[in-house]
């Protein structure tokens, strides 16, 4: 029995040794892990305290100090920025697969019906099917075209309205909200939806989504957001959005066929559910986080670019006048610029082009999470980090952009560059597979709007001697004072 017993123990020993071995090993790995250069935190909260109200000019003073590859940390959650067209490019071409995952957020994965939308669904086969969905049927260059008689009536009547208001003062922010959200209504619903009750319910989208969960990055302090109110306010915003979406989708259920304009996307949706049209089922909750994406991302970052737009054509005379003049050569006299003359401003789309660069509607966009350990520019990445890149301070890299703060149009003329994400140092919707699908619902309309304003209207500031360009910091970067202009017409 001893002996036995001695046997077995120097059997197991090796076993024993080799356990302890790979432990001290995998230990002794982790601890020599070469981790991207990290700001000073403070315990519990980490650098939170750091970011103040505008959180992507404070990363960018940040990164002159520890790189293009920084890991900050939110409470107690590790978040790599990264800064510079290099860094973009690996998390975004390079290693696109490896960061393809959405972190989960305590309010967008609410709003968004636990993640079933486009913009924050993990990346997955879910995803896959539909991301497929809103590129073959909702955001197809064809569908996005057979909406075209949407923007132009929306875009005629503010045009009439301005042209009425003129002498008085003209709240051209509050036009451009009610037209952008007049045309993702009629898009997505079917009809407009402009009573009051609807409008706050959309300006309520945006404050819910903006608004900062202490309990998304610190976890064991999650009930600081229900002290606060904040858990309240989503589920009371929650319910009421669901209601109004629930509402629309029994009235088009209800339909005995479609309006003779064709069929609005709740209309798509639903038959692609009721005939099982991609081999996907598609739930109830599914159309719904796909029409919440569709205001959340539509109406707001359309409005943003536009509203900065005209604010620096009032900054610059120049620039208003050179694009007045295209106007002019293209329009020859008819009562409006159509979709079809678009192409022939090279301008109109240098402008918003300079506009989306210096004014980056989403300017840290939309947060990714890496799937599996990656190296980057020689620097250790866990799997489960959460990742911002920066496109706005991309956007005026010095090394990148010649005079990056001055607003030049003219830099985008004759160049190839663009928005849809084969430029790393130009970034406003993202890149790769978690890309914006939806970039030429959002620039047709910002080009048909911006064209037809300054071929039919003079613009001059109300009471200011120069504009104030001041930001409010939330879903998108807005301007903080509304733009309030007298018109005269152009004959």
């Keep these: 029995m001893p002996f036995s017993m001695e046997v077995l123990i120097f059997s197991f020993l090796p076993f024993v040794l080799a356990v302890i071995l790979l432990k001290t090993y995998i230990s002794s790995s982790k601890s020599h892990k070469r981790l991207p250069p990290s700001p000073p935190k403070l315990p519990l909260i980490g650098n939170l305290h750091q970011l103040g109200s505008s959180p992507h000019r404070t990363l960018q003073v940040m990164a002159q100090t520890y790189g293009p590859l920084m890991l900050i940390h939110l409470g107690t959650v590790p978040i790599l920025i990264a800064s510079s067209v290099g860094a973009a490019r690996e998390i975004l071409k390079t290693h696109d697969v490896t960061f393809a995952s959405r972190p989960k957020l305590n309010i967008p994965s609410r709003i968004s019906y636990a993640s079933k939308d486009i913009a924050f669904s993990p990346y997955g086969e879910y995803w896959r099917h539909v991301k497929s969905i809103a590129v073959l049927h909702l955001l197809s260059n064809k569908r996005v075209q057979s909406y075209r008689y949407v923007r132009e009536e929306e875009m005629s009547l503010m045009m009439e309205k301005i042209r009425r208001d003129g002498k008085l003062v003209v709240n051209l922010s509050e036009l451009l909200v009610s037209l952008t959200n007049n045309v993702v209504c009629r898009v997505s619903l079917g009809k407009r939806y402009d009573g009051r009750n609807f409008k706050n319910l959309l300006e309520r ?61 709740v209309d798509i949706l639903l038959e692609i559910q009721r005939d099982n049209l991609t081999g996907f089922s598609i739930e109830r909750d599914t159309i719904k986080a796909i029409v919440m994406d569709l205001f959340s991302a539509g109406t707001d970052t359309t409005f943003t670019s536009l509203q900065w737009a005209i604010c620096e054509l009032l900054r610059h005379p120049q620039a208003m006048k050179e694009m007045q003049q295209e106007a002019l050569k293209i329009g020859q006299g008819r009562s409006m610029i159509v979709e079809d003359d678009l192409e022939k401003m090279p301008y109109l789309k240098a402008v918003l082009k300079e506009t989306l660069r210096l004014h980056t509607p989403n300017p840290l966009l939309v947060p990714r999470e890496s799937t599996q350990d990656v190296k980057l520019l020689g620097y250790d990445i866990p799997s489960g980090t959460q990742v911002f890149i920066n496109a706005w301070a991309i956007a005026r890299d010095p090394s990148v952009w010649e005079a990056p703060e001055e607003f030049r149009p003219e830099r985008f003329l004759n160049k190839p560059i663009d928005y849809k994400g084969f430029h ?63 018109t005269t017409p152009r004959s």
């Design 205 to 265: 989208t945006m404050t819910v989504l903006g608004s900062f969960s202490v309990g998304s990055y610190i976890p064991s302090l999650r009930w600081v957001d229900k002290l606060s109110g904040l858990e309240k306010k989503v589920d009371e915003f929650v319910k009421e959005f669901d209601e109004f979406l629930e509402g629309v989708i029994i009235e088009h259920e209800q339909k005995k066929e479609v309006g003779a304009q064709g069929p609005d996307l």
């Design 424 to 486: 790393f140092e130009f970034l406003p919707f993202g890149a790769g597979r978690r890309g914006c699908p939806g970039i030429q619902f959002a620039m047709t309309v910002n080009e048909l709007v911006l064209a037809n304003l300054v071929y039919k209207f003079d613009l001059s500031l109300m009471g200011e001697d120069e504009l104030d360009m001041s930001e409010t910091f939330g879903i998108t970067v807005h301007k903080k004072s509304p733009i309030l202009v007298s």
